[in-house]
């Protein structure tokens, strides 16, 4: 069954607006258009935070001092989690695709507010600038980490104050965004696109929005209460004066772990648009799937104290906190049985797009576990501050959603530019950073197990061995990620044209042109059917 | 259409309980006396959304909305009070 949207018109990428030139990307509403600035400016971000990275895995190729100092080291360290996270991986998936494809999977021309969403891009650079002004201005780069913990981040003389408003105003990035795609879901379905014939990743994408709007504001208001700390002295997170340095960490918590949530359901959303198209089948538990998406984002509220069991928090939360984060991996399992189920006796097509979606489920698994062991009380006290806790959230963040995004590129860059990207190549790459993650993060596992802690610049001879092959594996990596966006680049302007539906996909956004027109349909298309439906999509030409 | 009379009674009863709550915090009820902050602070806030903000007139499905994010803000404050009141 065809769907019905009108004849083509003129594609995103070769339509002549008002403004020309870079103006006609960095004023344009179109959605599409938003979604590629996002993509360009994050993974430029992403560029830096993976230089950073590579020169701290070099710091830490020898015990001693060997390439950095330790307040050097110190500021790397925090940049590093302050660019992946904040500029990278939590607008990540949602800004670049979720901005992209989500008006196109439902049916609609647009989001619902295409001046904020343009808003929001906007916001994302101003507070991207602040964050690098901060670098250069006042004490120099911050040096508490990402997480600005209180006392110390009240009595750095670096430019924690800075740092702090960046990450406020880059808050507000997401809250628009999250505002804009609650409403676009809610509103702009098109006709018979009821909640359940809604693709996957939108429902991620609706789970994901809600955390953004509950939880970002309480970052906001904790970032500001430490800048009224270091400005004016309120002494809210200062013992001497009645306050509890305590409550800096729960407020900080209560959005930074659903921030994890952030990071990791668009990623699974991804996953469950690629299983069914690459092996041709309708995704098994389509309502388990979509539940435990908004499973995931509510009980992901209730677990912000697992990061806080060595703090001197009470007994009982402690237990508390740990029963709950327990039952956050029930509906992640969920996902993955039923990503498994879907691939079982399918028709595997392990083109690029799967492969790099089976190592997520591979590696989030690795780090689902390892989770759980960070997550139990007893075994916490063990490993709590240590490299093991680093492997551990790489594996989620970087095995997860980095190679998910990875998997997206692939998946949706012929829609996104009307060409195809070569599969060999891409292998290839895909060799090189399976081996790199591996041997760059198993290691940490095993080292914070043995006991080093994480956040310094030294470590007893003893733990040297493992810390080069962790180097050795980062060149491995960085090796494969080269390889994998110069093929990107390459493929932009010489891969071969893509047609509308190479993959063979049964959702909306294969049933347009590729790249797609300005509007995305000349007629808003009336949906009768689910978004898995195979055995109606004709088969890859 | 609300009636003007409606809003000045309304907020003759956000300033009514404004006084409430700076009397409530000095009668020193120990850990209770944020809790009697917290439940004066949403019968207030209850107050704007309805009258102020005229939510009582909006679709049900503004209210689903702001309940669910008022239902996670109340889980959240009590499970740091787990912290708080068993340290």
Known sequence: ?541 | MTALGTYVKVWLALIALTGLTVTAAGLHLGSLSVLAAILIASVKSSLVLSFFMNLRSEERVFKVMLGVAMATMAVIMLLTFVDVWYR
């Open chain 1, 1 to 541: 069954m065809a769907i019905d949207i009108g004849a083509a018109e003129v594609s995103y990428l070769e339509h002549r607006g008002v403004h020309r030139g870079i103006a006609s990307w960095v004023l344009s509403t179109d959605h599409k258009r938003i979604g590629i600035l996002y993509l360009t400016s994050l993974l430029s971000f992403f560029a830096v935070g993976v230089l950073i990275g590579i020169l701290m895995r070099l710091e830490l190729i020898a015990p001693g001092e060997t390439l950095v100092s330790a307040r050097v080291y110190n500021s790397m360290f925090t940049l590093h989690g302050m660019i992946m996270i904040f500029l990278f991986i939590i607008p990540g998936i949602p800004a670049a695709f979720g901005n992209f494809f989500l008006p196109i999977l439902i049916g609609a021309k647009d989001v619902a507010f295409p001046r904020l969403n343009l808003l929001s891009w906007w916001v994302y650079v101003a507070g991207a600038t602040l964050a690098v002004l901060s670098l250069f201005s006042g004490g120099g780069a911050p040096d508490t980490g990402w997480t600005f913990y209180a006392p110390y981040s009240l009595r750095t003389g670096t430019n924690v104050t800075l740092a702090v408003f960046a990450a406020f105003v880059l808050g507000f990035s997401s809250i628009l965004t999250g505002i804009n795609f609650v409403t676009t879901i809610h509103r702009l379905r098109a006709p018979g696109m009821s909640w359940f014939r809604l693709p996957l990743f939108v429902w991620s994408l609706y789970a994901t929005a809600w955390v953004q709007v509950l939880a970002t504001p309480i970052l906001a208001l904790t970032l500001m209460l430490v800048m009224l700390e270091r400005i004016v002295g309120l002494g809210l997170f200062d013992a001497a004066r009645g306050g509890d340095p305590l409550l800096y960490q729960h407020l900080f918590w209560i959005y930074s772990h659903p921030a994890v949530y952030i990071m990791i359901l668009p990623a699974m959303g991804v996953v469950s648009e690629i299983i069914p198209t690459f092996s041709r089948q309708k995704i098994f538990g389509y309502k388990a799937i979509a539940f435990s998406s908004l499973a995931i984002a509510f009980v992901g509220y209730l677990v912000w104290g697992h990061h806080m069991y060595t703090s001197g928090m009470s007994d009982t939360a402690r237990w508390v906190f740990s029963l709950l984060t327990f039952l956050v991996a029930v509906p992640s399992g969920i996902k993955v049985f039923n990503w498994v189920a879907t691939l079982y006796k399918g028709a595997i097509d392990l083109a690029p797009p799967l492969l790099y979606t089976l190592s997520f489920i591979f590696l989030f698994m690795i780090g689902g576990f390892t989770g759980l062991i960070s997550g139990a009380l007893a075994t916490n006290l063990h490993i709590h501050d240590t490299a093991f806790v680093v492997g551990h959230f790489h594996y989620v963040m970087f095995g997860g959603t980095g190679f998910m995004l990875f998997a997206a590129l692939l998946y949706w860059f012929p829609k996104m530019f009307g060409r195809m990207v070569p599969a060999r190549p891409m292998w290839l790459a895909w060799l090189l950073m399976f081996i790199g993650f591996n041997a760059l993060y198993f290691p940490m596992l095993i080292l914070g197990w043995m006991g080093m802690p994480r956040r310094y610049y030294d470590y007893l001879p003893r733990f040297q061995p493992l810390n080069v092959v962790s180097t050795a594996g980062s060149w491995v990596l960085a090796l494969g990620l080269a390889v994998f966006f110069v093929t990107l680049w390459r493929a932009r302007r010489h891969g071969e044209i893509a047609p509308a539906n190479p993959w063979g996909g049964s959702t909306l956004e294969w049933q347009i042109a590729s790249p797609p027109p300005v509007e995305n349909f000349e007629r808003i298309p009336v949906i009768e059917r689910g978004p898995y439906e195979y055995g109606e999509i004709p088969p890859v030409e």
